[in-house]
């Protein structure tokens, strides 16, 4: 058996609430994707266990405030148009999220206010004054080692944060603390002892050493007053200032799923806490393996088990960005392509996280050229009606028994490959794991072109033997890929007859003897523009 659905929580897995500033771009849809594929994997390995994964829009800040501006809009009615297209984008990209949060609902904004008031029941939160470098777009301050100066072609000086290159201005103001510094041993004993909490394990490296005790953290200043920030939750008792937007998104992970969870005793067990996975880019890591777990640190509540940080899309070898105009839409490219070959191109490219990778319309092409043909034409060429008037009349041999000299090796690779895939995908080495199908599917491949059945007329059991050897292969890959590329694969897997309750994991292997039909013909798994399919024999 996988899995003791009983024994577990409920797998709970998030992306990062994205901003509605603007409409998604191809980076938001990694984060979507990526998490859906784990999130799919635990439902693979697992059907019984339930299943959370929160998404959603963060839409508080001046970031938000200054958009909506600029269009003329208030930010409420600017964020429900905005955010109904991550909404759309989720939809359409098969993203099996059970929840789409907004921070602008009010059980969040009830939800941030309880966490302020136990923070500040603890003696976590004081008023003091800031000053630093603040950057808009980033929304947070800098302190003077992470800010570098450059300058005008005029020659006029300015600041930018070193890390993201947004500017920043020198700000002094009244505001709240959080008493960060005092919980930083917490910390750094929990990522000390826990190797796995951050893949890959650069990330970790890096966090570890901004947790070392030889680098105090400055307390973090949590609230902006109200006079500059008006789009956020007031500081409970004091409506001259609004709860920094950081602390506001951080806590929809918590609400997302109950909290303050009063009516079960407020310890958030039973409701799927903590995370098992969070998915983030690598812009956001302090934040979310630093901020997030103080503030857990400070409610007593576990810490995540695992963040998987993601690299960057760019384009044409840039950042995306509006004002250089590269900025690959997600949508355009499903609707050409379809989803699945889209979320193969990011999973195969931007499985491995990181480095930054290049996005483009060619290499979105050779990436659904390649699935076509690797799974695409193999399905059409072994469901030809000539084929299969050969094998018909007999019955299915036992795959155990085959010992045709070809098929004996690719039977054993197909024997490997589910330990090979579950290893890879528990690592969160997505790509590798999909190598690995790659890699069987390359070799049934070549295994019907030495075979080429088409060319046989007589029912022999070399040409049985390829017949079922494939049908076994194209039936455990097609099992192996549902949270890769969950269209698609179910379609194979309904042209395959394979029933719906032999698709977990635990029927993706050849052991298991899972039942297949009478493979459907003449159907065309990725039909696509401009993208022949070699003609099926
Ligand atoms: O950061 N390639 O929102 P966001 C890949 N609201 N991923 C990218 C990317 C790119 N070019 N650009 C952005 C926020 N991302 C906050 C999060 S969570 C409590 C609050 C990723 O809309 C980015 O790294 O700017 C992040 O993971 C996600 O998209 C949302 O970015």
Not at 11 to 26: A, L
Not at 321 to 342: H, L, M, R
Not at 422 to 446: F, K, S, T, Y
Request: net charge negative; proline share 6%.
């Amino acid at each position: 058996k996988y899995c003791d659905a009983g024994d577990l929580k409920p797998y709970y897995v998030t992306t990062p609430i994205f901003y509605p500033n603007s409409v998604p771009h191809i980076g938001h849809l990694h984060s979507l994707v990526i998490a859906d594929i784990l999130a799919r994997y635990s439902h693979l390995n697992c059907p019984e266990r339930p299943v959370h994964f929160m998404t959603g829009t963060d839409e508080h800040g001046l970031k938000i405030q200054k958009a909506a501006q600029t269009k003329g809009m208030e930010p409420r009615a600017f964020c429900d148009e905005l955010s109904e297209h991550f909404r759309n984008l989720v939809r359409k990209a098969d993203v099996s999220a059970t929840r789409f949060s907004r921070t602008s609902s009010k059980e969040h904004c009830d939800a941030v206010q309880h966490l302020w008031r136990q923070l500040e029941a603890k003696g976590l939160i004081y008023k003091g004054r800031h000053s630093g470098w603040y950057s808009v777009s980033d929304e947070c301050f800098y302190p003077d080692l992470q800010v570098t100066k450059r300058s005008e072609p005029n020659g006029e000086e300015y600041h930018v944060s070193t890390e993201t290159g947004s500017r920043v201005e020198w700000m002094e103001e009244e505001n709240y603390k959080f008493r960060l510094s005092t919980l930083q041993p917490a910390l750094r004993s929990h990522f000390a002892t826990h190797e796995d909490a951050i893949y890959p394990p650069q990330h970790h490296v890096d966090i570890l050493s901004a947790l070392s005790e030889d680098n105090v953290l400055e307390d973090l200043s949590v609230s902006r007053p109200r006079s500059r920030l008006t789009w956020g939750v007031p500081v409970p008792g004091d409506d001259n200032h609004t709860i920094y937007v950081w602390i506001d998104a951080l806590t929809v992970y918590l609400s997302s799923i109950g909290y303050p969870w009063t009516a079960n005793g407020g310890d958030g067990s039973g409701s799927g806490w903590p995370p098992n996975l969070q998915i983030i880019g690598k812009d956001i890591l302090r934040f979310h393996a630093i901020y997030f777990p103080a503030m857990l640190a400070a409610l007593g509540l576990p810490f995540t088990e695992r963040l998987l940080v993601h690299a960057h899309w760019t384009v044409n070898g840039f950042k995306m960005s509006k004002s250089i105009g590269n900025v690959a839409d997600p949508i355009t490219a499903i609707d050409e392509f379809g989803i699945d070959v889209v979320r193969w191109y990011l999973a195969r490219i931007g499985g491995y996280f990181r480095d930054d990778v290049d996005w483009s319309r060619e290499q979105l092409i050779k990436h659904g050229k390649e699935v076509a043909s690797l799974l695409g034409n193999l399905y059409s060429r072994i469901a030809s009606p000539k084929i299969r008037a050969l094998v018909e009349t007999h019955e299915r041999p036992s795959l155990l028994d085959m010992n045709e000299a070809g098929v004996q090796s690719f039977l054993e690779q197909l024997r490997r490959l589910p330990a090979l895939y579950h290893d890879r995908m528990q690592a969160l080495q997505i790509a590798d794991a999909l190598n690995h199908l790659v890699a069987m599917l390359e070799e049934a491949n070549l295994l019907m072109t030495k075979a080429k059945p088409w060319a046989v007329t007589q029912s022999t059991p070399a040409v049985r033997a390829v017949y079922w050897s494939l049908l076994e292969c194209l039936r455990t890959c097609g099992i192996l890929l549902q949270p890769f590329i969950p269209s698609k694969s179910a379609n194979l897997l309904h042209y395959l007859g394979v029933p719906p309750e032999q698709r977990s994991a635990e029927w993706a292997s050849i052991d298991a003897k899972g039942h297949i039909g009478t493979p459907v013909s003449g159907v065309v798994l990725f039909p696509m523009p401009g993208i022949k399919s070699k003609p099926s024999h």
